[in-house]
């Protein structure tokens, strides 16, 4: 959606640490997202931070939002072959439970 | 316990023909929502139901377009005289509730329209 936006593209070397940015516009979201998707496959919910937490980490994955600046990040440490797909970001606006999505940012991780 | 499923995963038909994608959403999740995904975009909201009733269809491109969800639980997305626009991922989530609930979906249905 055009509420939400992100980076296209990223690569990344096996090992290191990859960051996916996400700018969004509702300032009254609730809860932001971030989805993984792989070829051919659904949206897996990665994982999930509500809007009055600056932070919140869950094993290799550390979400960070600014929302001051509405931006939000998703750092994943040790990036892992596996972890080549199309990381979404979304929003519910106004606190509803439509979600809306960001066109998506392919991670390629390369050895 | 299983996730949502969708079937069928596949679906070339012809312009002009009627279509119907089933849903299968998480047991004892009261909330399912219908997405569209079109080739290099993220998923684009269609259709909320709560329990049998479609709280918010405002998603719906036309008239074209029906879900209906009679028991509560498996949700059919009907489309009526398809067109070549219609092809895309067809994807469905389910809830435990609605608002503020992680949402989780299926594997999607490919539709291509010929």
């Known amino acids: 959606g055009e509420d939400v936006e992100q980076s296209l593209f990223l690569s990344v070397r096996e090992g290191d640490s990859s960051v996916i940015n996400c700018t969004y516009t509702d300032s009254s979201s609730t809860y932001l997202y971030w989805y993984k998707q792989e070829p051919g496959a659904g949206l897996q919910l990665l994982t999930y931070?509500?809007?009055?937490?600056d932070m919140k980490q869950d094993q290799r994955l550390t979400v960070l939002l600014n929302k001051k600046d509405k931006h939000l990040s998703l750092r994943i440490a040790d990036t892992q072959t596996g972890d080549s797909a199309i990381y979404f970001c979304a929003e519910t606006p106004r606190g509803d439970y439509k979600l809306s999505f960001g066109a998506g940012t392919t991670v390629t991780v390369r050895a | 316990g299983a996730g949502v499923s969708q079937t069928p995963s596949n679906k070339v038909t012809e312009k002009g023909k009627y279509v119907e994608l089933r849903c299968d959403p998480i047991s004892g999740h009261t909330a399912l929502y219908w997405y569209r995904q079109s080739l290099g975009q993220g998923p684009e909201f269609l259709i909320y139901?709560?329990?049998?009733?479609?709280?918010?269809d405002s998603g719906l491109p036309n008239d074209r377009f029906f879900a209906v969800r009679p028991e509560g639980s498996v949700s059919t997305l009907k489309i009526q005289r398809t067109e070549r626009g219609d092809s895309a991922v067809y994807l469905c989530a389910s809830s435990l509730q609605g608002q503020g609930h992680e949402q989780y979906f299926g594997p999607g249905t490919r539709l291509t329209v010929t």
């Open positions: 931070i509500f809007s009055n937490m």
């Open positions: 139901f709560q329990g049998t009733g479609a709280a918010d």
